[in-house]
């Protein structure tokens, strides 16, 4: 079963911007759409972002217009850029497929976002 490997959180300022990468175990170019997901404690689990491999993507609302999903077939990895960050966008982030069944969850990356 694929896994995968979040990385890129950190602590920014409102307004500053962050990359997150998703490496995968094995390739993802079965696997369409891959997805971006992030959870606050005690909340549940939402989807932030997800993309196609003809590079199709979708935005959850509360992220549209700052956010953009990537996807690189080739090195197994998932990217989201995260610009004009705000407090509300603090969360653990995780990478996953986007529709079940899904693989293992990874440890995921947390984001704080505050001054």
């Known amino acids: 079963q694929v896994q995968f490997v979040e990385s890129g959180g950190g602590l920014v300022q409102p307004g500053g911007s962050l990359r997150l990468s998703c490496s995968a175990s094995?390739?993802?170019?079965?696997?369409?759409?891959m997805a971006w997901y992030r959870q606050v404690p005690g909340k549940q689990r939402e989807l932030v972002a997800h993309i196609r491999n003809g590079g199709s993507t979708y935005y959850a609302d509360s992220v549209k217009g700052r956010f953009t999903i990537s996807r690189d077939n080739a090195k197994n990895t998932v990217c989201l850029q995260m610009n004009s960050l705000k407090p509300e966008d603090t969360a653990v982030y995780y990478c996953?497929?986007?529709?079940?069944?899904?693989?293992?969850w990874g440890q995921g990356t947390q984001v704080t976002v505050s001054s």
């Open positions: 094995e390739s993802i170019i079965s696997i369409s759409p």
């Open positions: 996953n497929r986007a529709y079940y069944p899904f693989s293992s």
